[in-house]
């Protein structure tokens, strides 16, 4: 039996995305996809993944995801072997010592539309996140046939992340991928996350959007279990 990782989807991406990339992962890794909490704050959705994942598990994320998955690792420090984030920022929206991020008013306008609309912002939030891929229409369609919960109050949590000081602090192994064409975090933030967390593996990954995770999972557990033998 492998390693316990627990795996976390993103804001309005379904847990059922990650199928995949789990059974990629497999047996190096014994993965558990978990659905994040459906919880207003950032302190209430930490505290029912400390009360859901063991200590001592891996921890991985998308999007959203890989930010909780960092500010949880941060809490746990030597209790948590490592932890990888999947097109994750430092912080999702740009903010004066933090610019390499979704600009404030574009989010504020996505925000408003989430409210007015989920299920059209839904649509619009999977084209973005297939942006750059070859096959974005198509990658799109299956992040939208997916069922996922989209709420205004999950998107206002995004925005408010701040993980500049986890990520400095945790001591363990921290591997964060992102895409060379992700729509939603600019590649400008490969070279920020890098002076941020010296010690991690920081890897821009050539012509992948922000859905790269389901995009090609073979490649992304490729990288993953490359870096945890480097570890192991």
Not at 167 to 180: S, T
Request: net charge negative.
């Amino acid at each position: 039996m492998g390693e316990p990782l627990y795996l976390l989807p993103g804001w309005g991406l379904s847990v059922q995305l990650l199928g995949p990339l789990a059974e990629a992962l497999h047996p190096a890794f014994e993965v558990t996809p978990l659905a994040l909490p459906a919880l207003p704050t950032f302190e209430g959705c930490l505290q029912a993944l400390h009360a859901r994942i063991p200590e001592g598990a891996w921890l991985a994320g998308w999007s959203l995801g890989g930010m909780l998955a960092v500010a949880l690792a941060a809490q746990r420090g030597s209790a948590c072997p490592g932890v990888v984030s999947l097109a994750s920022n430092a912080c999702f929206t740009a903010r004066e010592q933090w610019p390499a991020a979704m600009p404030a008013a574009t989010f504020d306008a996505f925000l408003a539309g989430c409210r007015q609309s989920p299920a059209a912002t839904l649509k619009r939030f999977s084209l973005l996140c297939s942006q750059g891929s070859e096959q974005a229409r198509e990658l799109a369609r299956q992040l939208v046939a997916a069922p996922a919960e989209v709420t205004a109050d999950g998107l206002a949590l995004l925005a408010g992340l701040d993980n500049r000081q986890a990520l400095a602090a945790f001591p363990g192994p921290q591997l964060h991928l992102l895409g060379a064409a992700d729509a939603l975090v600019p590649a400008a933030a490969y070279p920020a996350l890098a002076a941020l967390a010296p010690r991690a593996q920081v890897v821009l990954l050539d012509r992948a959007c922000h859905a790269f995770p389901v995009q090609a999972p073979q490649g992304v557990a490729q990288h993953i279990l490359d870096w945890m033998h480097s570890h192991g």
